[in-house]
């Protein structure tokens, strides 16, 4: 199995292909702090030399930069060799950057598809996001994100890369990792300075990538409960724990609360203060606005599950047309 890379886009491509040869200049060297950097990888009884083999890449970026537009700025990039940043002469990019960035992904990717080359070609997905508009950004990636943790299997495996694009795609990836709980890894790159920022390969290996915590929203029993009994109520923090003492498996969730008072204190106004639940009037607890936002993203997640569609079922599908698939041959 093959990772998928979540990427965000802007006017950079050295976003997107500095990880790449960063990865494949690791996955060839394969020295023991290599094996262990994708030892998470892959699943079980895949060689440990082949972990890390990248299947697909789905890039999240503008119409702009998908289409092209002759209003932009003059661009470029310097094709540095990995690791170095060189006194190259600049390159000009031109919208759209499509043909230019499959040509410089190809380098790198060639170099990480197991060490017999086995896989010939790599999977690359297109997807349109609007810069400004963080919900739809958010029902798009989430969507892809839903595609490729097939439900009732194993799934894809999915590290999100959080360097490129703007604000509004990389909270949205990041939201995704949270409510989805499918997430594999979370990562960005750094450059040294700004003529570095320009490379397309990495430009140095120390402090170069920087894993981040994957931190999936996972509520506790007693929470879940609560939320359940004050759902659509306005309710004393008496009768919440009333209620939960006079159900029986609930009751055990509460473990050692002698009285209502220190439920209060130990419970509830832990999860008031974040607003996943919220006061009416004093002691008087309802359902949070917070929460009612977290149960609006994430039922977006599941809503995309249910349709059961992967991921090149999502690039095919008609009502869909802010996602195109392509392939590249790596051999």
Known sequence: MGVYHLMGLGLSPGAVTG???????????????????????????????????????VIFTTKEVLEGSDTQYDLYYVENPSGRVPRN????????????????????????RGKEHKRKEGDIFWCEVDLRNTELTYDRIIKVVATLDNPG???????????????????ALQLAATLSSAIARLYYV????????????????????????????????????????VDNQELHYTDIYSRLRDRGSQWELLGQVPDAEEFNQRYLLPMWKPGIIQTVKKNVYTVGSQWKLIQEYKEK??????TGLNIDDLAKDAKEQWINKEEINLS
């Open 19 to 57: 990880p790449i040869s960063y990865l494949a200049h690791r996955y060839q060297r394969g020295n023991k702090e290599d094996l262990e950097f994708f030892a998470r990888s892959g699943e079980a009884d895949q060689k440990p030399e082949e972990k890390g083999d990248i299947q697909g890449i």
């Open 190 to 229: 750094q450059a040294i300075n700004e003529d570095a920022e320009k490379c397309v390969r990495f430009t140095a290996e120390n402090d170069y990538w920087v894993d981040l915590p994957v931190i999936p929203l996972v509520l506790s029993p007693l929470i879940e409960a609560v939320i359940k009994i």
């Open 153 to 171: 299997k194993r799934g894809k495996e999915v590290w999100i890369n959080l360097t490129g694009g703007n604000n509004v795609i990389n909270f």
């Open 89 to 112: 002469p600049k390159q000009d990019l031109y919208l759209p950057m499509q043909t230019k960035l499959k040509e410089l992904l190809k380098k790198d990717w060639s170099n990480i």
């Open 301 to 306: 997640f599941e809503e995309a599950k249910n």
